[in-house]
């Protein structure tokens, strides 16, 4: 009973520091024509509302795509009309046709961060808590810690309730995904996981651990026998998820493919503004993208993020376990989050959520990746002038995470989860005994350089010639963080031999 207390009071002060982030500015705000997206989400809202399904992807005169256009899976476009009804329930001005573009008032803005507020409290609060109260062979008051940091983390709050966005909504289905699949709940978990992809098609970031997942544990049950019935549940659970999701934009062929090129709009090049995607970095060697066929450096980007993560996916489909499907999530979201087509900045959050996941085992790490992942996002923060939101739940994270989990009490090879890995290196240099001191180094080199950059970019102005310095800065640290936390991720799930010794007996 005392457990269910605490976790109520991490939960109210959870909604607590969310709510009060949302007062805050948004995208966007006072700045026509385009706005921002939370004009993007109301924008969808009125489309949504006004339209028949069929013109919900096209371009009309009623439904300019350039401004705002859908390009989000049929489940965003239920919950914007979901929304809708309620918005033209209070006033119908807000999703009024044409005449509500740009539409702002404080009125207008407390209803759309309650819609936030409100698919947080029915999809992604309720999916962490089940979460943190399934792990095992940890006490309730590390349970109740870690579900606390995990709804302090500072992106995805900044994220949605500042610049403005429902990620939590995808991002709670794959939790609920996750949940399933690692309680063996296998129907349930892929029924979620679609919903998310549904929802957001960045979801496939976590589609290959959810696949070899599932189909490592069909192998183990034996394919000749429960094993291909599990197989042919599965598939026919995910086929039925989507057939319902997409009825409406199933009944014409070209209604479908306008939906999908909507959802992957590749013509727009390898990538767009100033991101952490590897291809930023060498964006001098590709400077002019229209020198390339766009269908070669699809191909390019595809190769590279098909190779960085195949390993992991491979131990996974033969070593099926909870553990290594958590720590593969991780791995694979940030192996499309580096090298796939059309990253955004915001899409580090579909890394973000997998490390939380393993924030109990590894938190020296998993804290670390989180600060890094926020700082990715400064320069849309400060855009949309969350400066003191950003200062103000990062350090609350922090606090909670070092309050907790002791970061530099658990840096020792065995808490790093390098123990293996460092054996290894140690059969051919028996010297190699500084890893963890390696690891502290990197990281205390790491946080002064967010820390002097995010100085920096607040009070100095960047040169004329170089507008956009601080920026590009921002994007090379926070890159050079994501790849070194790629190789070590890698590195724990290739040398950790416990994932298919100790693992649930799968019947």
């Known amino acids: 009973m005392e457990s269910w207390t605490w976790m109520t009071v991490v939960v109210l002060l959870g909604l607590t520091v969310r709510w009060t982030v949302s007062l805050n500015s948004y995208s966007g705000a006072g700045k026509p024509p385009m706005f921002g997206d939370y004009e993007a989400q109301r924008h969808w809202q009125e489309i949504t509302l006004n339209l028949p399904v069929k013109q919900w992807y096209f371009n009309s005169s009623d439904n300019n795509l350039q401004y705002w256009g859908l390009d989000y899976p049929p489940l965003t476009a239920y919950h914007s009309l979901l929304c809708a009804y309620v918005a033209k329930f209070i006033n119908p001005d807000w999703v009024a046709l044409h005449t509500s573009r740009g539409y702002e008032s404080q009125a207008h803005k407390l209803f759309m961060r309650t819609t936030v507020l409100a698919a947080d409290l029915l999809i992604y609060i309720p999916a962490v808590l089940l979460y943190c109260y399934s792990l095992k062979e940890i006490s309730p008051k590390r349970k109740i810690a870690s579900a606390l940091c995990i709804l302090l983390y500072p992106g995805l709050i900044l994220i949605d309730y500042g610049h403005f966005q429902y990620n939590s909504v995808s991002l709670g289905f794959a939790l609920w995904g996750v949940l399933g699949v690692s309680c063996d709940w296998d129907l349930l978990g892929s029924l ?3 919903l998310a992809l549904n929802y957001k098609q960045m ?7 959810f696949f070899c997942f599932l189909l490592g544990k069909c192998f183990k049950k034996g394919l000749r026998g ?12 995910v086929v039925a998820s989507f057939l319902l999701c997409w009825l409406p934009f199933l009944t014409e062929r070209e209604h479908a493919l306008q939906v999908v090129r909507r959802l992957f709009p590749v ?6 503004d100033k991101q952490d995607n590897i291809f930023i970095e060498f964006n001098i060697i590709l400077k002019n993208q229209d020198f390339y066929r766009k269908h070669f450096l699809l191909l390019f980007s595809f190769c590279f993020t098909f190779l960085s993560l195949l390993p992991a996916c491979i131990k996974l489909t033969v070593q099926p376990s909870a553990k290594g499907f958590r720590f593969t999530l991780v791995s694979c979201a940030l192996s499309f989050f580096l090298f796939s087509f059309q990253v955004h900045e915001k899409s580090i959050l579909l890394v973000s959520l997998p490390v939380c996941l393993v924030l109990t085992e590894i938190p020296f790490m998993s804290t670390w990746f989180l600060l890094v992942s926020t700082f990715s996002m400064l320069p849309l923060l400060l855009k949309d002038q969350l400066l003191l939101p950003s200062v103000v739940t990062v350090m609350a994270f922090l606090i909670a995470c070092s309050t907790f989990f002791p970061m530099f009490e658990n840096t020792s090879e065995e808490q790093l989860q390098l123990k293996s890995f460092a054996v290894s290196v140690r059969r051919h240099l028996p010297g190699f005994t500084f890893l963890p001191r390696i690891i502290q180094c990197l990281f205390l080199s790491s946080v002064i350089t967010m820390i002097l950059l995010t100085i920096l970019s607040v009070t100095l102005d960047p040169p004329q010639k170089l507008p956009d310095l601080f920026s590009v800065l921002i994007c090379f640290v926070s890159c050079v963080n994501f790849v070194f936390f790629l190789v070590y991720f890698n590195i724990v799930i290739m040398w950790d031999s416990k994932n298919g010794r100790n693992r649930k007996k799968i019947d």
């Open 192 to 194: 979620a996981f679609c």
């Open 203 to 209: 979801e496939l970031y976590h589609s290959l651990p």
């Open 226 to 237: 429960k094993g291909s019935a599990l197989f042919i549940r599965i598939a026919c659970t």
């Open 267 to 272: 013509d727009r090049g390898l990538f767009e």
